[in-house]
């Protein structure tokens, strides 16, 4: 058995996480036979996943496009997956959605949660997408919190989490790893490329609500990037952040992008409206004359988070979670 998850040419530690994290939860487990897999952390149930003789789905979560044409046959056995939205869309029953599997590294000796004593400091970390046009390194000095980038190995990025009073949360990851760490969360939006419909799916399973913070942007290019996502699909945030209105969008996106002339579009349309001025605005002309408001705002309102209680799931609905996930795994190991 082989595990497949997500693997991001530049690197982003909630996926590349799954590269150690099975074969420490599940030693001497996989092999190099890839016609049976194993779908492990991420938002990987759609059509991009390869063919297999046998899939089991372990806490994966959907979020884009549709499912395997031959997802739910004998050839499928889905142990769990990330929450209750990625049920509901894959016509699971409800005892299917349990929580994102991150959630695991608690049950690891290298990740025990540490005491509030051992804990220090606020840190804050973007979506991957930040980093394509934001200044937020630049702020988060300014404001006194560590910037942690989340392209860094993902076992530094979760010590970090560990190791943190408080975790500033604009990638989901962060939120999930922080309350795996049992550390204070706070979610934040630093574009519209943020995934109501992805935070709703975890968040239900944690018995908490989706409250976050919009941030907005830190330069003038991103607030560009963020007025540009909307022409070509790539604005995922609900202002409602209703359930009902995430998974009604889910279904819409998902059917205009399944449209044959969608991705030519796509492509040509990014290209246009964001990919070929982005180059022009990259220079210190244009950061000098316009960053300064972005940044000021931005700066204010990381220092006002810093004081926040932040969010944590109560002990007993976590570890109820921890329990049931230990139990797939265990179902797994009789697989074998």
């Known amino acids: 058995m082989q595990i497949y998850y997500f693997k991001d040419p530049v690197g982003n530690f909630g996926d590349d996480l799954n590269s150690w994290l099975w074969d420490a939860l599940l030693p001497n487990y996989f092999d190099t036979d890839d016609t049976v897999r194993l779908s492990g952390i991420g938002t990987i149930i759609n059509?991009?996943?390869?063919?297999?003789?046998?899939?089991?789905?372990?806490?994966?979560?959907?979020?884009?496009?549709?499912?395997?044409?031959?997802?739910?046959?004998?050839?499928?056995?889905?142990?769990?997956?990330?929450?209750?939205?990625?049920?509901?869309?894959?016509?699971?029953?409800?005892?299917?959605?349990?929580?994102?599997?991150?959630?695991?590294?608690?049950?690891?000796?290298?990740?025990?949660?540490?005491?509030?004593?051992?804990?220090?400091?606020?840190?804050?970390?973007?979506?991957?997408?930040?980093?394509?046009?934001?200044?937020?390194?630049?702020?988060?000095?300014?404001?006194?919190?560590?910037?942690?980038?989340?392209?860094?190995?993902?076992?530094?990025?979760?010590?970090?989490?560990?190791?943190?009073?408080?975790?500033?949360?604009?990638?989901?990851?962060?939120?999930?790893?922080?309350?795996?760490?049992?550390?204070?969360?706070?979610?934040?939006?630093?574009?519209?490329?943020?995934?109501?419909?992805?935070?709703?799916?975890?968040?239900?399973?944690?018995?908490?609500?989706?409250?976050?913070?919009?941030?907005?942007?830190?330069?003038?290019?991103?607030?560009?990037?963020?007025?540009?996502?909307?022409?070509?699909?790539?604005?995922?945030?609900?202002?409602s952040l209703s359930i009902d209105d995430a998974v009604s969008d889910f279904y819409r996106k998902r059917n205009l992008k399944s449209n044959s002339w969608w991705r030519t579009y796509k492509t040509t349309t990014e290209k246009l409206v964001f990919s070929a001025p982005n180059k022009l605005l990259s220079n210190d002309l244009v950061e000098r004359l316009f960053d300064e408001k972005y940044q000021v705002a931005i700066i204010k309102a990381l220092v006002e988070l810093k004081s926040s209680n932040g969010f944590l799931s109560k002990d007993v609905d976590f570890y109820r979670n921890i329990e049931r996930l230990l139990e797939c795994k265990e179902s797994l190991l009789k697989l074998k």
């Open 47 to 239: 059509t991009s996943m390869p063919p297999a003789k046998k899939w089991y789905v372990f806490t994966s979560g959907v979020g884009y496009g549709y499912p395997p044409v031959n997802f739910g046959d004998d050839s499928w056995n889905v142990l769990s997956v990330r929450g209750p939205l990625s049920a509901k869309v894959l016509g699971l029953d409800k005892s299917k959605a349990i929580t994102d599997g991150a959630a695991l590294l608690n049950t690891l000796d290298e990740f025990q949660p540490l005491p509030e004593s051992e804990r220090n400091g606020v840190i804050f970390i973007p979506h991957h997408h930040a980093l394509l046009s934001g200044k937020w390194e630049l702020a988060c000095k300014h404001a006194g919190v560590e910037f942690v980038n989340p392209q860094w190995d993902s076992k530094l990025v979760i010590q970090k989490i560990r190791h943190a009073k408080l975790v500033i949360a604009d990638a989901m990851h962060a939120a999930i790893i922080a309350d795996a760490m049992r550390v204070p969360w706070v979610p934040v939006i630093t574009s519209p490329q943020i995934n109501t419909f992805k935070w709703l799916d975890w968040t239900q399973t944690v018995n908490l609500s989706y409250e976050p913070k919009i941030l907005g942007s830190s330069s003038f290019r991103e607030a560009y990037r963020s007025r540009t996502l909307s022409l070509y699909g790539e604005n995922y945030f609900i202002k």
